[in-house]
């Protein structure tokens, strides 16, 4: 592959589709040479989703331009992120990663000969690797550390020393893999910018870099191996596909954060070459595109409908995951799924005398207590420039304290005495020394810049107004539960007429946030139902088809 292709022809498929590359000239001079070394890791933690495809698209332009590529399943920092993959199912995680790569490649007629895969632990545990570690971590500082594994590691309140380790290493695998170009996602480029500021001082070559755009989830926010309702994994079922894909934000008309089109755009387009719709006569009927711009184009006027793209992109996905599908059916492989990830509802709680509630059964609006409040005061967080400290009436005998994020999108003047909406049986966190002890929900749409509006109670409110769902209670959810509730919960008392409320986990809570959306016409939504009081809907002013949070 490569060989009969001009350095300038294997420079536009090395770079074509990349959101950013630093150090294309390198690239030019060594392609001007020989052919060029280049290595994409994953760190092996939660299940490959469909957004790896876009990676693999790029590997396969990679070989088309006779790059030598390597793969590497990046092990030792899927634990060292946060302990994503615990220490005893590392290898297993390695082994699904392999096999689950392979088959994505093979699904898209990559040749596996042309590839070196390599596995993390195989050289970074060795002696002069190790001291390459005390070397950099004697030059690095915890903030630059901190800074560059901020978009790809884990953020916490009080991060483990093994967080700040990782970019680090990741700068280290360019030198150990002897590589003249590291390729991942544009969410990487701090780590990239670490490496290149810091190999030098070890007396190692500065490498360039090749980084793809990061695909919107369902949600149209980044899709997350760890956020099941963002993103298809590559074993779903048919009815699956067809499920999330009926749930995913595409709002007519609206192109950005609209994950269905950037799918289209960055899997389907550099691995197909064409998109087929299939509607009614009367609606433009059949219809092939050949490129992107033009489907973009007609999605933006309304021209196509976001049933009829959603449903090619049903069809083209399926084509993609059949093979796949196909190669798990092996008893060692599902075998091999299993054990690598067991199913947490099976491994927490045993034998505790409990019953298990299902997932399923926990994830419903009735665990949430949304009512809502008046700001009666709100000031500049003392520790923190983009946070609010309010106090907020929600009908208890003192106001609660509420840390919120609003300081680039609402003025002190706008919150002031402001009706709210709180989300009030959330687990109190500490954000930068004070304990907030609800969250102030608010309709959001990313971009640049990003818009935020907190979501509006109906004209006429008063504080502790219970929020419903429609068609599903009549005076809102905050329900009394029996003791002992289901996993990532707890029963604290203070309920309406003396009923307990379940406190609920962040985990359990943003979960639930997946499915809280604005509608078109600016209603706050679960699940496509609205949420309300007895006085009417809740709202935002302009954000439609936005998050809520």
């Known amino acids: ?33 020989r052919e060029l070394k280049v290595y994409w890791g994953t760190a092996t933690t939660g299940k490959p989703h469909v957004a790896y495809f876009v990676p693999m698209s790029k590997i396969a332009d990679f070989l088309k331009a006779g790059c030598e590529v390597t793969i ?74 901190k800074k560059a594994g901020a978009e790809v590691v884990k953020q916490v309140d009080h991060p483990l020393l093994s967080g700040l380790l990782y970019p680090g290493l990741q700068a280290l695998d360019e030198e150990y893999l002897k590589v003249d170009a590291q390729f991942g996602g544009v969410d990487q ?64 008309g ?18 197909v070459g064409e998109f087929s719709i299939k509607r009614d006569p009367k609606f433009g009927g059949d219809k092939t595109y050949t490129d992107f711009e033009e489907v973009e184009k007609e999605f933006g006027e309304e021209l196509i409908h976001p049933g009829d793209l959603k449903a090619g992109v049903e069809v083209a996905l399926n084509k993609l995951l059949d093979p796949i ?42 665990r949430l207590d949304i009512r809502v409040g008046k700001v009666i005061s709100v000031e500049k967080h003392p520790d923190a420039d983009s946070l609010y400290l309010e ?49 102030l929900l608010c309709a959001s749409i990313e971009g640049d810049p ?22 599903q209670y009549t005076e809102g959810f905050c329900l009394s539960l029996s003791p002992g509730g289901p996993e990532g919960v707890s029963l604290s008392p203070g309920g309406p007429e003396g009923a307990s409320i379940l406190r609920v986990s962040v985990s359990l809570s943003l979960s639930l946030q997946v499915d809280l959306k604005v509608s078109g016409q600016c209603v706050a939504q679960w699940q496509d139902k ?19 949070s």
């Open 325 to 366: 599908r196909k190669k798990f059916e092996s008893p060692e492989l599902r075998k091999l799924s299993n054990t690598a990830y067991p199913d947490p509802a099976k491994s927490k709680g045993a034998g505790k005398g409990n019953p298990k509630v299902a997932e399923e059964d926990e994830l419903v609006p009735s």
């Open 72 to 145: 590497l399943f990046a092990d030792l920092h899927a634990f060292l992120d946060n302990m994503k993959a615990p220490w005893e199912l590392l290898e297993l995680r390695v082994q699904y990663y392999e096999q689950v790569i392979k088959a994505m490649l093979e699904s898209i007629g990559v040749p596996l000969d042309k590839l070196k895969f390599i596995k993390g632990t195989d050289f970074q545990l060795s002696r002069e690797y190790t001291l390459d570690v005390y070397r950099l971590s004697s030059m690095v500082t915890e903030h630059d550390a």
């Open 391 to 439: 106090k907020i009436d929600v009908g208890e005998a003192e106001p609660r304290t509420v840390v919120s994020g609003l300081v680039a999108y609402v003025s002190q003047e706008d919150l002031q005495d402001r009706l709210v909406v709180l989300l009030c049986n959330l687990k109190p966190q500490k954000m930068r020394g004070v304990e907030s002890q609800a969250m």
């Open 254 to 271: 609206n192109i950005e954060n609209n994950g269905v089109l950037s799918f289209v755009k960055h899997v389907l387009f550099p691995l």
């Open 450 to 471: 990003r818009r935020v509006e907190p979501l509006d109670p109906p004209e006429g409110s008063q504080v502790d107004l219970k929020v419903s769902l429609r068609c």
């Open 189 to 252: 480029r701090k780590i990239f910018t670490l490496a290149e500021k810091y190999l030098p001082s070890l007396g190692y070559a500065k490498r360039s870099h090749l980084m793809n755009p990061m695909v919107p989830g369902l949600t149209g926010a980044k899709m997350s191996s760890s956020e099941e309702e963002s993103k298809i994994d590559l074993l779903d079922r048919k009815e699956d596909v067809k499920k999330k894909l009926k749930k995913a934000f595409c709002e007519p």
């Open 1 to 33: 592959m490569g060989e009969q292709l001009s350095p300038d022809e294997k420079l536009h498929l090395i770079t074509r589709n990349l959101q950013e590359v630093l150090g294309e000239e390198k690239i030019k001079q060594v392609l001007s040479e």
């Open 530 to 548: 609205h949420l309300m009081t007895k006085l009417g809907h809740i709202t935002c002013k302009t954000l439609k088809g936005g998050n809520i």
